[in-house]
């Protein structure tokens, strides 16, 4: 096609077609076209907003870039995907969770993203366990196992690996449109019969406000329908970690935990995520999937399948009977409160960029983990606490990096003599 002139249209207001743009995003990835197009490109859909046509032609251009997969499996292929919070392993459960009620899950994932956590970041924590799987053994994963979590390969949605690379340095990373197409082109590579989106909002969310958190969840589900992805996209609370700890190897163990129990928000949501999606595809409504979803958790066939998974991507045949042995955390200082009272807010951003400076994330890509360190057991929402009491465990390296992590613990959670007002798990939910 002819880049430059459809740079230039682009330029003057002009909304591209659905066929410009769908070629456009097709050769995205290719080194003939130059960054600094790509740069005048993001730049210029971020000055000229996208209809919906334009919108699904980028992402479905950009999802037909690389590799898009076909899968013969006995039953349905489903995936979820969440906008990035605190304390947030959902696809840790969801995807066996899933398996075991006869779904099929490839689900491609990524690593932490500033204060937020990653799933492949918290799947390494476990020994052995690998991520970049060949494209031969995923597909075997997947089909034996129900479920993978795997790294994307360069050869998923190559122009949006390339469109990425340049946002940042072009300050276009907060367009709607591109964040849209970013998410939705990986996820449709995948070959997906139908999707649920878990858009977070709140101090430790990405978008912090529920209106923009809205016009994303929007833009998300209109966009993946009319690709032909069958999508709904739930508005979930990030005003406080998901699960009660933070980092790698103690999200791993917190999420063991919650296979135990069956409890708590976390395993809500685990749920109400499910049921959305598999009431897509199977003859039953959602509040008959969460039955199915809850009876799986139950009985243990939740667990079996993540033990499966584990097994099958190189990790311990017997993670599900000695995770203890396998799961490393560093010492642990607990964290006292100062004053008693009630939890009534807390800066869940603050806390996951803690985990950041311990170690836990990247502040640059080529930074290394440490899987060991991180929150562990904290506070809720709504919780009363003594004085003295503990408001979380702190896992560090050295009592240094303790004491002030200590500190950021304190500041970033306030307690008063009354109990806030509760907050719902959910917001919204937005069908197509």
Not at 59 to 75: A, E
Not at 217 to 223: C, G, N, R
């Amino acid at each position: 096609m002819q880049v430059r002139a459809f740079l230039e249209r682009l330029r003057d207001g002009a909304v591209p077609s659905p066929q410009d743009m769908a070629a456009f995003a097709k050769i995205l990835g290719d080194p003939a076209v130059t960054d600094a197009q790509v740069g005048a490109f993001a730049m210029g859909v971020c000055k000229t907003q996208l209809d919906d046509a334009a919108r699904v032609a980028l992402t479905t251009g950009m999802r037909d870039s690389g590799v898009c997969l076909t899968w013969d499996v006995p039953g349905p292929v489903i995936d979820k995907h969440s906008t990035g919070g605190v304390g947030d392993a959902v696809s840790l459960m969801l995807a066996p969770l899933l398996a075991s009620c006869g779904a099929f899950v490839p689900m491609i994932s990524g690593r932490g993203l500033g204060h937020t956590g990653g799933t492949l970041d918290k799947l390494e924590a476990i020994p052995g366990l690998a991520t970049a799987l060949p494209p031969d053994r995923f597909r075997q994963t997947v089909a034996a196992c129900g479920c993978a979590i795997v790294a994307a390969t360069p050869d998923i949605a190559p122009a949006d690996r390339r469109l990425y690379s340049v946002r940042d340095v072009t300050g276009t990373v907060r367009s709607l449109d591109l964040i849209t197409a970013s998410i939705l082109s990986k996820k449709l590579a995948a070959g997906l019969g139908a999707l649920v989106l878990d858009v977070k909002v709140g101090t430790g969310a990405v978008m912090q406000d529920l209106d923009d958190a809205r016009a994303l969840a929007q833009a998300l589900v209109d966009t993946a329908n009319g690709a032909g992805c069958p999508t709904t996209a739930l508005i979930t609370d990030m005003n406080q970690p998901l699960l009660p700890a933070i980092g790698n190897a103690v999200e791993i163990a917190a999420v063991m935990e919650a296979f135990k129990t069956g409890q708590g928000d976390f395993v809500d949501l685990v749920v109400a995520l499910g049921a959305s999606v598999l009431s897509a595809v199977v003859d039953q409504d959602e509040a008959a999937c969460a039955q199915t979803l809850r009876r799986a958790l139950q009985d243990g066939s939740a667990v079996e399948a993540f033990g499966k998974m584990i097994a099958a991507q190189g990790g311990p045949s017997n993670f599900i009977d000695r995770w203890q042995d396998y799961v490393d955390l560093g010492p642990a200082t607990e964290v006292t409160a100062p004053v008693a009272g009630f939890v009534a807010d807390m800066n869940a951003k603050a806390l996951g960029e803690l985990v950041v400076r311990l170690g836990g994330g990247r502040a640059a890509e080529t930074d290394r983990i440490d899987h060991g360190v991180g929150l562990g057991q904290v506070v809720r929402l709504g919780q009363y606490v003594q004085k003295g009491q503990p408001l979380a465990l702190v896992h560090a390296r050295s009592d240094d990096a303790a004491r002030h992590a200590a500190d950021t613990v304190r500041a970033s959670i306030r307690l008063a003599g009354t109990a806030p007002d509760p907050v719902p798990l959910i917001h919204e939910r937005l069908m197509p």
